[in-house]
Each structure stands twice: as C-alpha cells, then as structure tokens.
C-alpha cells in the first residue's frame, strides 16, 4: 500500500494539525524508519531505499509540513521538539494503518546484558515473556551495545547514559566479592579482558595463576576449589561458594535498563520493561 495518500479522517484522527494534510504514507513510513534508527544509512537496511534518497524524502517531508523534523548530526538524525511531536501523531496513524497492510508479526525484543545478567535473563525469561506473544533475543555482550542505532532495544548497563534519546531507569546496585570454596589459601583466577573485575584482579600484588577467557570459566574453578574468582554476589551468593573477602567497593556500581526514547513507547517493549524491572529490582534487593 505504499505510495498512496491518505487522509487523516479516514482513520479518526484527532489532531487538528494531522487532520488538515494529506500525506504519503510511504514518505511517513521511511520517517518512521529514519526516526528509529537514528540515521540513514541504518534506515537504508530496513527501507531499501538509498541514504539519499531517504535524505531527500526527509527534507520534502520537512517542507510539507512547515517543520524542522531533524537535527542533522555527523552521526545521525536526532529529532528535533517539532519531530518528537510529529512522530507520536504517526505512530498514532501507524497503530491504524499497520492491520490492513500487512499480516500479524511476532515482535521481536532485543535485550542485551553482559554474561552474568544475561544468565540471570535467561533463567527468567517466562517471567519477562508474560503472556505476550513476542520473541526474546538475548544477546550476551561485555560491552556496551548502541542502543540509538537498533542494535539492541532494551540493554542492561553499568552506568547511566549520557547518550541522547535514550531513556534510563535505576534498577539496583550491583556488588562483587572474591569467592571460593572455603577459606583455604588458593591462587587467583583471572579473566582475560578489560572488564572493571578483570582489571581488579590483575592489579593485586598476588600473581594470577590460573586465566581463562570467559567468567564462566573463573566460576568453574571456584566451584571445583581450584582457585578464588571476583564474581558479582547475585551470582555467586546462590552457589557453594564463601565470601573470601569484603565487599569490593570499587566495583559497586549502579544498574540502569537503558531503552531508546521512542521505542519505549511501543507496547511490546513497554510491557518487557516493566517486567524487566521487576525481575532486577527484585535480584537486587538487600
């Protein structure tokens, strides 16, 4: 159905401004697709269209509406207040138009986390899924994932962003400790990496005699006595393991669930934050 016009009675549009102009809905399609993903080129994978003609599309837009829809960023199109605006009013005439051009789809929520959130997101997954009918794409990452170009749509982040258009929430503070088998003297596991507990570990003055490439690993030889691993207390305080030290305060740190400003608003994720912040509110109550 692309390149017809439409107007916004026929959907029962209430806004005055929506309701006084016609447009194409392919033109308000391939804005959807540049205000999602933040640019054109990332838009370009999704539409088939070409960075410049999505560019060109975007500024004939701007001119039928009298609007400056986009900030135009050496890294992308950011919307401006008026874009933010117009967005919602499309999004609304999406949530119409979607049913009769084209077949239900599943959505699919990418979530990413690093290796031991995403174990924890696993073993709740039923709770996260509810009764919607969506699929959950975890993706296990130690570093951060770009949310603002779709790379995930929900992440799981160790600090708050500073990024524009996301959005961020405080779901708890996590805690590490060095853990083993019991108090008996045993070399340090070290992760290979650059992780903040990776980087701790090799700054002790005790040499690391054991490494291993995942931290799943440096959990394995704790669990086997073989060695004392930095491992997060969400993990390791469920396993038969002691706490070989104090609470490491250097690498506290607050957790936030980071989504993109816009996305947060569909249904589908809106419903998956939700229980997502439960779950980690949850885990990390003291």
């Not at 549009?13 to 006084?20: G, K, L, S």
């Not at 054109?40 to 003609?53: E, V």
Request: overall charge negative; glycine content about 6%; charged content about 25%.
């Amino acid at each position: 159905m692309s390149a017809a016009i439409y107007h916004c009675d026929e959907f029962h549009c209430n806004d005055r401004f929506m309701n006084e102009m016609k447009f194409d809905w392919d033109d308000l399609r391939l804005f959807l697709a540049v205000a999602r993903h933040g640019g054109l080129a990332a838009a370009s994978a999704t539409t088939g269209k070409s960075p410049p003609t999505l560019g060109r599309r975007m500024l004939a837009l701007e001119r039928a509406t009298g609007q400056e829809l986009f900030k135009r960023l050496p890294r992308g199109y950011v919307l401006t207040e008026q874009g933010q605006a117009f967005l919602g009013r499309v999004m609304a005439l999406e949530a119409q138009i979607d049913p009769m051009t084209k077949s239900e789809t599943r959505a699919v929520v990418k979530i990413s986390a690093g290796t031991w959130m995403t174990q924890v997101l696993c073993q709740h997954a039923q709770a996260i899924m509810g009764d919607d009918d969506i699929a959950l794409r975890f993706i296990a990452a130690d570093h951060d994932l770009d949310i603002a170009r779709r790379e995930a749509v929900i992440g799981i982040r160790n600090r708050r962003p500073d990024q524009i258009g996301l959005a961020c929430r405080r779901v708890g503070q996590v805690e590490f400790a060095v853990y083993a088998l019991d108090k008996s003297p045993r070399p340090w596991v070290r992760v290979m990496g650059k992780t903040p507990s990776a980087l701790w570990v090799a700054g002790q003055t005790d040499v690391a005699e054991l490494e291993v490439t995942t931290s799943r690993n440096a959990l394995d030889l704790a669990l086997a006595g073989v060695g004392q691993a930095v491992l997060p207390t969400f993990i390791a305080d469920g396993m038969p393991l002691v706490r070989v030290s104090d609470l490491i305060s250097e690498l506290s740190h607050d957790q936030w669930l980071v989504s993109h400003h816009e996305d947060r608003f569909e249904p589908p994720v809106r419903r998956t934050l939700d229980r997502l912040a439960g779950v980690l509110e949850e885990l990390h109550r003291p």
